[in-house]
């Protein structure tokens, strides 16, 4: 059903303004609403199995524009999970120590191990974007760092780790409107940030920075989903859909208990 927003491989180019923000399939809230709370209940039941398991590690990356709902998306769609072997790691400007090492040392050391899920809420692509966008780097490295990071990704998926890749897709009116809301309501005042309205002098940069970072690291092993996030509900939908369709590809089953279980249990009622 999602198979359209699913960046393929083999596809030459993309263009960010080929997806409507606003794409829900012509599905509605009331559509999905009793499928949603199954696949609630069936991702909490997934995230033991993976967890018990012990045999793969999940990690969720998250981008899109100010406003998209990184935040809403972790809140919303992971919220009901066991907290034990979940984690959400959010990269904000590099400190004197990481950039003092490669690029990529800071978001390694995060990556999550074998059982657990890990949102990196930002990551490495800010390092061929925000950097790009404001002429950190060149586009000669841009052109490299996409070649380092579909290597980073092959290991950490040789290595048993499954990656799933979202860029929240908002429109550029939807993004006006939640800013003039946090300034609006005196609620969400805190979330206004002026950095927000220097950033978005440069949509039309960014919009060109994602289309070729979804060109370029968009891979079998680690392909991009291009989420619509205009609708929350369905941003939230395809999201959960897609987590437990992968979780369910993957060979999990609970450890088996060495030793005969009838002898264990008499041990432990001896030992009442």
């Not at 990556?111 to 950097?131: A, C, H, M, W």
């Not at 490295?141 to 780790?161: K, P, S, V």
Request: charged share 30%; glycine share 4%; aromatic share 12%.
């Amino acid at each position: 059903m999602f198979k359209k927003f699913k960046v393929s491989s083999s596809d030459k180019k993309i263009h960010i303004e080929d997806y409507s923000p606003d794409d829900t399939l012509n599905l509605s809230k009331d559509d999905i609403r009793e499928n949603y709370v199954k696949l609630q209940k069936r991702f909490a039941e997934l995230q033991e199995l993976l967890y018990a398991s012990k045999k793969y590690a999940l990690l969720i990356v998250l981008q899109g524009m100010d406003c998209s709902g990184k935040d809403g998306t972790v809140k919303k769609v992971l919220s009901g999970i066991n907290p034990n072997g979940f984690y959400v790691e959010a990269f904000k400007e590099p400190t004197p120590a990481e950039l003092g090492h490669d690029y990529l040392w800071r978001v390694h050391q995060k990556t999550p191990q074998k059982g657990d899920i890990t949102v990196f809420n930002r990551s490495y692509y800010e390092d061929v974007l925000v950097t790009r966008v404001h002429g950190m780097i060149d586009d000669e490295t841009a052109q490299r760092r996409f070649g380092e990071i579909c290597d980073f990704e092959r290991y950490l998926t040789d290595n048993n780790t499954v990656l799933l890749k979202f860029f929240l897709h908002i429109s550029k009116d939807f993004q006006k409107n939640r800013l003039q809301e946090r300034l609006e309501n005196p609620d969400k005042n805190w979330k206004f940030s002026e950095a927000d309205l220097k950033e978005r002098k440069y949509w039309d940069q960014y919009q060109g920075c994602y289309s070729d970072v979804l060109s370029h690291c968009s891979t079998k092993y680690a392909p991009w989903h291009v989420v619509p996030a205009n609708h929350r509900w369905f941003r939230d939908y395809y999201i959960i859909d897609t987590i437990v369709k992968t979780l369910e590809k993957l060979p999990l089953e609970y450890p088996v208990i060495h030793g005969n279980v009838q002898e264990l249990i008499k041990e432990v009622d001896g030992n009442k």
